[in-house]
Nanobody
Framework: QAQLVESGGGLVQAGGSLRLSCAVSLAFNMFHVGWFRQGPGKERYFVAGVSRNSGRTAYADSVKGRFTISRDNTTNTVTLQMNNLKPEDTAVYYC????????????????????WGPGTQLTVSS
């Protein structure tokens, strides 16, 4: 089973940028990877995802045009570049791995993910 570890969270002012990283151990090329976030007292919501083979990406409407997900198969890392951050982006961010068939991969479907990192906190101040 893959192990994932997020890094890069912190405190940033509104309008600023930050990059999150997700390091994946074991068979990185076998996994689709997604980013989710969970604010205080809220459910965990989809942010972005990237498929394992084609590198197809998908984004939640709330982050389209501001966030960019990418994967590096040489370093087993998925990054989430976040620009023009807003206070409502404040949350714990989690990366997760999925091994479903390529044709079945729905990045926003949380039940498809079988391994999760411990999360990293992002706080955006107004």
């Amino acid at each position: 089973q893959a192990q994932l570890v997020e890094s890069g969270g912190g405190l940033v002012q509104a309008g600023g940028s930050l990059r999150l990283s997700c390091a994946v151990s074991l068979a990185f090329n076998m996994f689709h990877v997604g980013w989710f976030r969970q604010g205080p007292g809220k459910e965990r919501y989809f942010v972005a995802g990237v498929s394992r083979n084609s590198g197809r990406t998908a984004y939640a409407d709330s982050v389209k045009g501001r966030f960019t997900i990418s994967r590096d198969n040489t370093t087993n890392t998925v990054t989430l570049q976040m620009n023009n951050l807003k206070p409502e982006d404040t949350a714990v961010y989690y990366c997760a791995a999925s091994r479903v068939r390529d044709t079945n991969y729905d990045p926003s479907e949380i039940t498809q993910y079988v391994a999760w990192g411990p999360g990293t906190q992002l706080t955006v101040s107004s």
